[in-house]
């Protein structure tokens, strides 16, 4: 590993670090360890072909070890690569199955993606990215994972004020900064590192927490986290938030070994930002991260809402209900919403969302084209196997095929009396097929193809 620090970077943190930043500086120098996910909201999820021998003490489904980005487990979204620290946030936050969840600053997805294994896919997660390219991203490790009952946003933080002050249960501030904890990991990124740009990540910083306290519920929880080291970003940062906000206090986040206290010399002597917990790598098996946990006195008020038409008429109610006799067990109506001819199993139908750029509102059923529904390969990443009329079981040549985007051409001759099919591969669904005499016609995305 060749990490070049400048003089700046090493000079800043002698000084903060004393004897122990040799140490800290040689650790930057050494490898990472890489870490994965597997993915409860899936069947029979730890059917995987990675070894799950190593565990992360403090997650049920995180382990060390490396994954395969083209193998059927991720493809099939059952499994997420995420570095060891970062997997922490989402225990930290705890949030439950019936809360109101926003992850501001969420692209690419991993700790979002996360959040919502834990809510069960129940609630609400609303998962935002103010840069649209990544936003995209976002919405696509959504999708691959599973997930029903998110709302993928793509909005500065400030837009969400003008309608949903005091929303949610549970906000995560993972924000955006100058990324000193991961410099082993992206060498490049430490050409970009200055004294100024860390000043202005930290001003930013600022302002997404203001937002984040206005869309707080009183009684709420906010878990502000950076992938930094710098005392301007993260207990500087905290001190002053608690400062400008008197509701804001810190509580107490369980430390594993290799975990450390904040610091309250890097941030006006405010002795409890020791509540708060920093991973150093000279320390603990991960990369660099900061994160606290705060809660906001008071008492919510009562939250009304008002849903949006669905947007289906009778047409396409016949249309769906055409596709489902032919080839699902049982369909429950279940949020349905329209947008242009494309349909949701909505994740919310407040009408508020109408005020924000939304990529997705939960999940992506199919669209509606002349005379007939065709399904999206999100559902199908989704669905319990046991609502398909049918799966078929692609072997390995028939998988490689269907990868690189060919028709499979069936031998065994099966009896299917439904058009629309199920796809597994290793027992996992991964897409829908076609079937039409006696072959099953190619309909993977073309984006993902290989």
């Not at 799950?52 to 193998?71: A, K, W």
């Not at 809360?99 to 997660?125: E, F, R, W």
């Not at 199908?380 to 490689?400: C, G, M, S």
């Amino acid at each position: 590993m060749n990490v070049e620090l400048s003089t700046d970077f090493k000079d800043k943190y002698r000084k903060l670090m004393g004897e122990r930043a040799d140490k800290f500086f040689a650790a930057i120098e050494t490898d990472s360890r890489n870490s994965f996910r597997i993915n409860p909201l899936k069947p029979n999820y730890k059917n995987v072909n990675v070894d799950l021998s190593e565990p992360i003490p403090y997650s049920d489904v995180g382990y060390y070890g490396d994954i395969d980005g083209n193998s059927i487990d991720h493809q099939a979204g059952y499994l997420y690569s995420q570095e060891p620290s970062a997997m922490y946030v989402a225990e930290v936050l705890d949030p439950q199955k019936t809360d109101k969840v926003l992850d501001l600053c969420a692209a690419p997805g991993s700790k979002s993606t996360y959040i919502a294994t834990k809510m069960d896919s129940q609630g609400l997660l609303v998962t935002n990215e103010i840069n649209n390219k990544r936003a995209r991203i976002l919405s696509s490790n959504i999708e691959r994972m599973g997930i029903t009952n998110a709302v993928v946003t793509n909005n500065s933080p400030k837009d969400f004020e003008k309608k949903f002050e005091g929303y949610f249960d549970r906000i995560l501030v993972d924000a955006p900064c100058s990324g000193e904890g991961m410099f082993r990991k992206d060498p490049e990124s430490v050409k970009y590192w200055s004294l100024d740009y860390v000043e202005q990540c930290a001003n930013r910083q600022r302002h997404i927490l203001d937002s984040a306290f206005n869309l707080l519920k009183p009684g709420g929880t906010l878990v502000y986290s950076t992938c930094t080291f710098s005392p301007e970003e993260n207990e500087e940062n905290i001190d002053h938030f608690l400062s400008q906000h008197e509701e804001m206090s810190l509580s107490e986040i369980k430390k594993y070994p290799g975990m450390e206290d904040g610091k309250p010399e890097w941030g006006n002597d405010n002795q409890e930002l020791t509540k708060a917990l920093r991973m150093f790598p000279d320390e603990f098996e991960g990369e660099g991260h900061f994160m606290c946990k705060m809660t906001k006195s008071g008492a919510a008020a009562k939250n009304r809402e008002k849903n949006v038409s669905t947007g289906i008429g009778k047409e396409e109610v016949k249309l769906l209900d055409k596709f489902a006799k032919a080839n699902l067990i049982d369909l429950a109506e279940n949020n349905w919403f329209k947008v242009s001819d494309f349909l949701y199993q909505a994740a919310s139908l407040d009408n508020r969302f109408k005020s924000l750029h939304v990529l997705r509102n939960g999940l992506k059923l199919g669209e509606f084209k002349k005379n007939r529904f065709e399904p999206d390969i999100a559902w199908i990443l989704a669905i319990e196997p046991t609502k398909l009329k049918a799966i078929y079981k692609l072997n390995d040549d028939q998988f490689e095929t269907y990868m690189h985007g060919e028709s499979i051409i069936l031998t065994d001759k099966p009896e299917f009396d439904n058009k629309w099919i199920g796809l597994s591969y290793q027992d996992k669904l991964f897409s829908w097929g076609r079937y039409s005499n006696n072959q099953i016609k190619n309909v993977y995305p073309k984006g993902l193809r290989r």
